[in-house]
């Protein structure tokens, strides 16, 4: 959830009361569970491996969320299959790149060597893992490689993150089959990627609230207010703009539009200056 500051009492909802909210869907995800949120440029983190639905501090992280003025907030609740399990749930996972703080988690399964030989090893070497003692640690997790590919592509497109996700998801997707849902934020955008498992986003606006929230499945028992996403969208959250959604995110162009179009004027021009010339030049020979 983004917004300027979320609403105390749809918090709770989501994340405790709701048929679906996180705490009741840690019953079937039950390795555990990670909260992240933001009211400063640095996350406070807040994780356990019991399940949240029967963990008492999961109650007590969302009571610490709620009352703390944040404006981004992360969940997840993991039922593992990939790398250790029976630690505290490492979702989401938090790197310092950039300058920033980036919370990302992973709703899927990705082949741990494709990721290795995307990433790497001079990268992977730059940054070790949280989970394991080295990246051949069986106990790594693939959702922690995922980022840091995807994080690998944003720094090498100079920080731009939807040419980095567009890169990345690009290049896993064209090489493994598996689910690659997530959802990654800076502390000032959230973003949700779907491709593989089920994603729905909401954004509400009335006279007391105004945020933005990003959901494997909706917290209520009906979908009213939640719109689905299909596989390749991207959404983008922020905290004071309506969410926008890139169609297909590995189509989007290297170069905006307008450089394209500045680019097709300079060529053309170019073009023109160089056929006067040679007609100049073929008057004079006459």
């Known amino acids: 959830m983004i917004g300027n500051t979320l609403p105390e009492e749809t918090v709770y909802d989501h994340l405790i009361n709701l048929p679906y909210s996180?705490?009741?869907?840690?019953?079937?995800?039950?390795?555990?569970?990670?909260?992240?949120?933001?009211?400063?440029?640095?996350?406070?983190?807040?994780?356990s491996a019991l399940p949240a639905y029967t963990d008492p501090d999961f109650n007590l992280a969302v009571q610490e969320l709620s009352s703390n003025n944040a404006h981004v907030a992360v969940g997840h609740v993991r039922l593992a299959a990939s790398g250790a399990s029976g630690i505290p749930n490492p979702h989401p996972f938090i790197r310092f790149k950039?300058?920033?703080?980036?919370?990302?988690?992973?709703?899927?399964?990705?082949?741990?060597?494709?990721?290795?030989?995307?990433?790497?090893q001079e990268y992977l070497a730059q940054n070790p893992p949280t989970v394991g003692s080295n990246w051949s640690d069986p106990n790594v997790v693939d959702s922690e490689l995922y980022l840091l590919y995807i994080l690998k592509c944003v720094e090498e497109n100079g920080w731009n993150?939807?040419?980095?996700?567009?890169?990345?998801?690009g290049d896993i997707s064209s090489v493994d089959s598996g689910a690659m849902n997530f959802f990654l934020t800076d502390g000032e955008t959230l973003w949700g990627f779907?491709?593989?498992?089920?994603?729905?986003?909401?954004?509400t606006v009335n006279s007391q609230e105004r945020y933005s929230a990003l959901a494997s499945q909706p917290p209520t028992n009906t979908q009213d207010g939640w719109i689905a996403l299909r596989d390749y969208n991207l959404v983008i959250l922020t905290r004071n703009s309506p969410p926008v959604v890139i169609e297909d995110v590995i189509a989007v162009p290297e170069f905006p539009s307008s450089t394209v179009i500045v680019v097709a004027m300079l060529l053309t021009l170019l073009i023109l200056v160089v056929h006067r010339k040679k007609s100049q030049t073929q008057q004079k020979s006459e």
Not at 161 to 169: D, S
């Open 22 to 47: 996180l705490k009741n869907l840690g019953a079937a995800n039950d390795d555990g569970w990670g909260l992240a949120y933001y009211n400063s440029t640095e996350p406070r983190v807040l994780r």
């Open 98 to 120: 950039g300058g920033k703080w980036w919370a990302f988690g992973h709703n899927g399964v990705l082949s741990k060597e494709t990721l290795i030989t995307l990433v790497g």
């Open 161 to 169: 993150v939807t040419a980095g996700i567009a890169r990345a998801v």
């Open 194 to 203: 779907c491709l593989g498992n089920t994603l729905y986003y909401e954004y």
